[in-house]
């Protein structure tokens, strides 16, 4: 959450370090719902209503960072 709201509030041309660092953690979350559920710490019917929103926001995540790369694609290759 925090990356997300520092993303939110700056200058288009310094979002995507953060959002990278937002996906990341949000990507070790779902790991761990996982293995939660694969550990049956977790039954099925709490894991699926774990799994939708997760993957909406995961998805939600994924396009923010592919409008700003297709904003400014010279970003991701690393170019001034």
Do not use: M
């Given at each position: 959450m925090e990356m997300v709201s520092a993303a939110a509030f700056l200058p288009r041309q310094e979002k995507l370090p953060y959002l990278r660092i937002a996906i990341r953690?949000?990507?070790?979350?779902?790991?761990?719902?996982?293995?939660?559920?694969?550990?049956?710490?977790?039954?099925?019917?709490?894991?699926?209503?774990?799994s939708i929103p997760t993957d909406e926001i995961g998805k939600m995540l994924g396009g923010w960072q592919g409008q700003l790369i297709k904003l400014d694609p010279a970003k991701v290759r690393g170019e001034k």
């Open positions: 953690k949000f990507d070790t979350i779902k790991l761990l719902l996982l293995v939660l559920w694969e550990s049956k710490s977790l039954d099925n019917k709490k894991y699926a209503a774990l």
